[in-house]
């Protein structure tokens, strides 16, 4: 995967350096992060929050980054921070309160929702930029960029061109929030195309996901 990732940066015309690939191993044992951890992985990335506090509290001991990728309940974003590096799906100004705080921040992605189904997580396109100006003022959260997932049944390269312009206008806001959380195992080129600097992989690096329990 890594050679992967170097080939469509060079590709793009871009250094490799400055992308993180996150290994998505959701619905995976704690064993599988571990083996992952021992090829050198540092950033996993997990979508149910449960899941993801009881491996982060079975390997304590790894030094690894725990990024969370899922729809977060407000009632469980206490609990989220103190296990996660980075919470890459805050989507509503209710989240954002909920995760609030004086301790060390959070690093942190909005999430941008690129189709008309509310359910699919994230925020529309028209509230981005009142919601990060939120996040913003709010005392926690350190605001790295914008995640997205790309919409099933098109090519992906658009949406994530239109996040990349979405970015521009988060940047006047925040020069230092530039990044974009964008691309899983089936889009990471396009995504690399149009600046992602987080991957999100799951399958093309675990194989296929058990079934969920
Ligand atoms: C599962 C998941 C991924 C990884 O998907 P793959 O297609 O297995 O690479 C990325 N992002 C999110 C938000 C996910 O839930």
Not at 75 to 86: I, L, T
Not at 89 to 112: G, M, N, P, Y
Request: overall charge negative.
């Amino acid at each position: 995967m890594a050679g992967r990732v170097s080939d469509a940066a060079r590709d793009a015309g871009r250094d490799p350096a400055e992308i993180t690939t996150i290994v998505v191993t959701k619905f995976h044992p704690a064993f599988l992060v571990a083996q992952l951890a021992e090829l050198g992985v540092r950033d996993v990335g997990e979508n149910r929050h449960q899941e993801a506090q009881a491996k982060a509290a079975e390997l304590a001991e790894l030094d690894l980054r725990w990024h969370f990728v899922g729809q977060l309940q407000s009632k469980k974003a206490r609990q989220a921070r103190a296990y996660a590096s980075a919470i890459h799906s805050v989507d509503r100004t209710a989240l954002v309160d909920a995760l609030r705080s004086d301790e060390a921040s959070v690093d942190c992605f909005v999430q941008v929702n690129l189709t008309d189904d509310p359910g699919r997580g994230g925020v529309a396109p028209e509230a981005l930029e009142a919601l990060v100006e939120h996040v913003l003022e709010t005392p926690g959260l350190r605001l790295r960029g914008l995640m997205a997932v790309a919409p099933l049944g098109e090519p992906a390269r658009p949406s994530f061109a239109r996040v990349r312009a979405m970015s521009e206008l988060v940047q006047k806001l925040d020069p230092t929030a530039h990044d974009l959380s964008m691309g899983m195992s089936h889009d990471f080129r396009d995504a690399i195309m149009e600046g992602a600097t987080h991957l999100r992989i799951g399958t093309a690096i675990t194989g296929n996901r058990p079934v969920a329990g």
